[in-house]
């Protein structure tokens, strides 16, 4: 990736470039929904480790969820808020691939795990009796691993299609980030393969766990409006809901960035979708997925009961 003749050294970021009395109160609320998403996630991954009741593939995946989430908001939230103080927010070329690499690497992990849950219901409601076989925990493994090659597969050829380009003059990424979408914009040079590949291989990345979510959980509902206990319902309902509430937060604003037309591009909506996408729904899934699960807020209290006795014994002379 090169501008003219010279190759590029930096970028600038111009997403949240805020006043000095604006500062403070930025950077305080993006460090408490930080903080909130690291301890959140961490608390689900420990207690799940901590209790051998939620050793089962479900919680398996959710600790792995857990973990991406972790792994994603660092990913470019640390870099924000370095970032929020300064008038001229920077960051060095390789800076920049690198953030652009593990973003994209993590984004589609999350939809593959999202993914992978839904089958988890999918066989756990419909094919009871063949969970144990269809979820072995060599096939667990494989629906994590798998996920992980295909994701970097996906986010080195965006990148080395992304060094083939010329940029222009222009180096001022209207983002709080380094996105591959504002970058492409940025070329002189053709884009046609880089666009084309954006909306082939992301949008299959994307659209293919979204389409086998919907139709595993369109399977899930006809299964479960067949069942004649209320209680039954109910419970189905409440376990399945929490999962799609952070599948619809997650795919309408991966949507909203991606996938409308160029025609509709505005990068304050680009702003407000992607900090939902990388901040408010890695914060919101510990809540979603452990208030509303009885099993999950057990093994929390369990934790927290150890955690108090461990502590205590800490505190004897």
Known sequence: MHQGNQSISKFFLLGLTVGSEQQKLIFMLFLCM?????????????AIINDAHLHSPMYFFLANLSFNDICFTTTTIPKMLADIPSQRPTISFAG?????YFFMLLVDLDNFLLAAMAYDRYVAICHPLHYAALLSPKRCALLVVTPWVISNLVSILHLSLLSLLTICDQRKIPH????????????????????????????????????????SYAIICCTVLGVTSA???????????????????????????????????????????AIIYTIVTPMMNPFIYSLRNKDMKGALRRLFSKKTFFWRWLALP
């Not at 980030?177 to 970058?183: A, N, S, T």
């Open 34 to 46: 930080y903080l909130v998403t690291m301890v959140g996630n961490l608390l689900i991954i420990l």
């Open 96 to 100: 920049c691939l690198t953030q652009m």
């Open 176 to 215: 709080f980030f380094c996105d591959l979408e504002p970058i492409v914009r940025f070329a002189c040079s053709d884009t046609q393969i880089n666009d084309l590949t954006i909306l082939v291989v992301g949008g299959a990345v994307i659209f293919i766990p979204f389409t086998f979510i919907i139709v």
């Open 231 to 273: 209680k039954g319902k109910w419970r189905t309902f409440s376990t399945c809901g929490s999962h799609l509430s952070a599948v619809a937060l997650f795919y309408g604003s991966i949507v909203g960035v991606y996938f409308l037309p160029s025609s509709a591009y505005s990068a304050e909506r680009d702003k407000v979708a």
